[in-house]
């Protein structure tokens, strides 16, 4: 029977991988070759000139199990951060390990050899339990969590997720979270990863209001989201009404290149005009720091669908009236400023912006 391309990619795969074991422990077979040659030159040199007792020569052993111990050590975690991407998997174990690691360097190079030994085979009893974990929850698949929706049916919005993965509904009573069947791990704010985050929300947001969820929030198992989405349905049924068809759009007002504003006074009242312009085609605004002397506004609004254009003909005139600014804008986004779902150690925490946020366990 003729071999399909992915069984001999897979074989082909597993080759190489042996082919690169064996050159690993070549590699570390010629270091401890090469160290114990070094170690007896140092030893006869020692002994010819008669400065050789046994307490230098226990010193210089422990110096090099050390030096073994450390180079193995170093070895192993290059080897599993490449074959199981540990890092994304098990971040505190890598983290806790890295200090560790760190740890280990120092008391070498104050030539304390026995706890440069303890702290090196403890880092590989961690690294191998790093192994294990990381390509158990690669196997394991838990739900990405993009945003919720009123909605009570089950839904798929097709494979669009941040690994390609299938992006659809969990509803529970009139509410439903969107996610998709995901590995187990933290996910990077990668450029890629945040444009297809952003890709789900805009997506979902055309038939539907949406209360973003954190980026890379992954959630163990449905039954966990379900119990989470049971104990915060209050707050998450307020926000999704704060928001009913609603959008976020931006607004930057930047001065001119050749443009100063002397009088405070003068900034301040342009300021409170364009805001107060914009503020009567929004629901609801808030205003983010100024990053820049030229930044006169930085500010987020809360926008019924119906009165976007009315919103965009605003600004369009804001701008005729200030032509020593130029307006930014951007937009249509989902609520992020406004409202908000967060997953932490202590469970679901619901909120609207500015206002004190509850935990749901």
């Known amino acids: 029977m003729v071999e399909t391309t992915k069984n001999l ?11 690169r074991e064996k050159r690993f422990k070549k590699t570390m077979k010629r270091i401890k070759e090469q160290e114990e040659t070094l170690w007896r030159r140092k030893w006869i040199e020692a002994a010819r000139r008669k400065r050789i007792n046994e307490k230098p020569m226990l010193k210089m052993k422990q110096e090099r199990k050390a030096k073994e111990a450390l180079i193995a050590a170093k070895a192993t975690m290059e080897e599993v951060e490449e074959k199981t991407k540990a ?16 740890n280990a360097d120092k008391t070498f190079k104050l030539a304390d050899y026995e706890k440069t030994t303890k702290l090196a085979f403890e880092i590989r009893r961690l690294l191998n339990e790093a192994r294990s974990e990381s390509l158990r929850r690669a196997e394991e698949k838990g739900k990405c969590f993009y945003c919720l929706i009123p909605f009570s049916e089950e839904k798929s919005f ?10 659809y509904t969990v509803p529970y009573r009139d509410v439903a979270a969107v996610v998709s069947d995901s590995p187990l791990k933290d996910y990077e ?83 409170s005009n364009i805001l107060e312009s914009l503020n009567t085609r929004a629901k609801k ?10 930044l006169l506004l930085n500010a987020s609004f809360l926008v019924n669908r119906e ?51 509850a935990l749901y366990h």
């Open 9 to 19: 990619y897979e074989k082909l795969r597993k080759k190489r991988l042996k082919e």
């Open 87 to 102: 890092s994304l998997y098990v971040p505190e174990i890598m983290r806790k390990i890295n200090k560790m690691l760190s």
């Open 158 to 167: 097709g494979k669009i997720g941040i690994n390609n993965d299938e992006v």
């Open 189 to 271: 704010m990668t450029e890629d990863n945040t444009r297809r985050h952003e890709a789900v929300l805009r997506q979902v947001m055309e038939k539907h209001t949406v209360v973003p969820v954190e980026f890379g929030t992954v959630i163990k198992n449905e039954k966990i989201l379900k119990r989470l989405l049971t104990k915060a349905y209050g707050p998450a049924k307020e926000c999704l009404k704060l928001v009913d068809n609603m959008v976020e759009l931006g607004v930057k007002a930047v001065l001119e290149e050749d443009i100063v504003f002397v009088d405070p006074q003068e900034r301040k009242e342009c300021i």
């Open 285 to 294: 605004a808030v205003t983010a720091d100024l990053f820049s002397n030229r």
């Open 307 to 357: 009165r976007i254009d009315a919103f965009s003909t605003e600004v369009t005139q804001l701008q005729e009236k200030y032509p020593m600014l130029k307006m930014l804008y951007s937009g249509p986004w989902a609520p992020y400023n406004f409202v908000y779902i967060k997953i932490g150690t202590r469970g679901m925490e619901v909120a609207q912006k500015g206002e004190t946020s």
